[in-house]
């Protein structure tokens, strides 16, 4: 195909996939008929890989991310499904890089096209083609329409929320008690990443630290935080005590085979003491108050890989540090992995409360991804870590971890 043509599609499920020389993040967004999304669920992509009629399937690094659309599900209303593309690699461009969209049949995995866009250089993300409803018959047109502000601005095109980085947190003017994390200094602003909050009424942005308290809470909704930063765990004045999900996720690094991480969170007391590990060895500590959800051995797939659920109503008064860690047993390090990121949730509602994507790599073979404390006031705070060390086991994370809290 050549920009611009199209082409009436013989088959009313199609896959298309997009592949380059390095890995690229594909997405797809349904659109009405004034060309925007309905709402963020309308943009489907790693971390919301479901949508009406429209699906994202992981190529685990071996093979290219696809968007899968079954024409025959998608809702009335929607006209249009671009499918995106962007180098996951964060300021790359396509320059000297050629991707090519593959339109197929998903039943027998026929070809029906291809289409390379021609003479890219300084574009981050592209909309490279669409599948697109025209007199009561599906088709497919290839358009290679470029962007130099990355998938953010196809997203913000497009009417999705795009989250900004979080303001700077003020200090915190009272001396902290003995296990209570200060605020720390943000990392350096971040290119703004596209996330899909799992609720239509989260904010477009995460919110900022109060001013004169150094902190931020959860009151007006979901919060994303960057390396160090802290979120306490309190809506309306009142410490959240329900149970939580802390989900993890990865993915193999471009073309790398699947990779076995293995996720845990390790317990302790007021002064830093082990109290119990729960890992893929150990489902269940503290009574059943920290149950995990059992091992991954791929990374393969969107959404979250391990969940450990904490209810924080039933903890072990003894219990007031939390760390939560990924590990490689296999030896294969951080540098081979993809988009690491937790997440905590409202296990009654699945509601994301709090999210931390890990955004750099070490050759190390653990890391430390976030850390709950419990306050004197009976409240926990949530801090992101992304602190990495040489460990393969959890074991060999508990004395790091508790030098960390």
Not at 320 to 349: H, I, M, P, W
Request: with cysteine; charged share 20%; glycine share 10%.
């Amino acid at each position: 195909m050549t920009p611009g043509s199209n082409i009436p599609l013989s088959a009313a499920r199609v896959t298309v996939d997009v592949a380059a020389p390095v890995r690229l993040d594909v997405s797809g967004l349904l659109l009405t008929a004034d060309g925007k999304v309905r709402s963020d669920d309308d943009f489907i992509f790693y971390n919301q890989p479901t949508g009406p009629g429209v699906t994202y399937r992981s190529g685990g690094g071996t093979a290219p991310d696809a968007i899968i659309v079954d024409t025959s599900a998608v809702p009335p209303g929607i006209e249009k499904i671009v499918v995106t593309a962007s180098p996951d690699a964060a300021g790359q461009t396509f320059q000297g890089i050629e991707p090519t969209a593959t339109i197929r049949n998903a039943d027998d995995n026929s070809v029906l096209a291809t289409f390379t866009p021609p003479q890219l250089g300084t574009e981050t993300a592209l909309v490279i083609v669409e599948v697109y409803l025209r007199n009561g018959a599906w088709k497919a047109r290839a358009v290679g329409q470029g962007y130099a502000n990355g998938l953010a601005g196809i997203a913000t095109d497009f009417g999705v929320s795009v989250e900004e980085p979080a303001a700077p947190a003020q200090p915190v003017a009272p001396p902290a008690p003995a296990m209570q994390t200060p605020v720390a200094p943000p990392a350096p602003p971040l290119d703004p990443r596209v996330t899909a909050p799992p609720a239509p009424a989260a904010p477009p942005a995460p919110p900022a630290a109060a001013p004169g308290t150094g902190k931020i809470n959860l009151d007006k909704g979901r919060v994303s935080l960057q390396k160090n930063q802290t979120v306490s765990l309190v809506k309306g004045g009142a410490p959240l005590l329900s149970q939580v999900k802390m989900g993890l996720g990865w993915e193999p690094a471009y073309r790398g085979k699947d990779i076995d991480l293995d996720a845990s969170v390790i317990a302790y007391g007021p002064q830093r003491n082990h109290i119990d590990s729960c890992y893929f060895g150990k489902l269940s500590i503290v009574g059943g108050a920290i149950r995990h959800s059992g091992d991954n051995l791929t990374g393969e797939g969107g959404g979250d890989d391990e969940v450990i659920v904490v209810d924080l109503g039933r903890l072990p008064q003894e219990v007031t540090g939390l760390v939560f860690t990924v590990n490689s047993f296999s030896g294969q390090k951080f540098t081979e992995v993809a988009k690491a990121y937790c997440r905590l949730l409202d296990a009654a509602t699945d509601e994301e409360l709090v999210r931390f994507d890990l955004t750099s790599a070490e050759p190390q073979t653990g890391v430390m991804m976030a850390k709950l404390i419990k306050q004197f006031s009976g409240e926990w705070e949530m801090t992101a870590m992304g602190d990495f060390v040489k460990a393969r086991t959890v074991r060999n994370m508990v004395k790091p971890a508790a030098q960390s809290l």
